[in-house]
């Protein structure tokens, strides 16, 4: 149970960060 519970919370840690990361390689250009 903690297991799943920790790869949860991986997986959205990992979805945050390829949200985040197109923003700020594109944040630059566009500034």
């Known amino acids: ?4 519970n920790s790869n949860e919370k991986h997986s ?3 979805f ?3 949200g985040a ?3 700020r390689m594109l ?4 500034g």
């Open 1 to 4: 149970m903690a297991y799943s």
């Open 12 to 14: 959205a840690t990992r």
């Open 16 to 18: 945050a960060d390829l």
């Open 21 to 23: 990361l197109p923003k």
């Open 27 to 30: 944040a630059p250009i566009e």
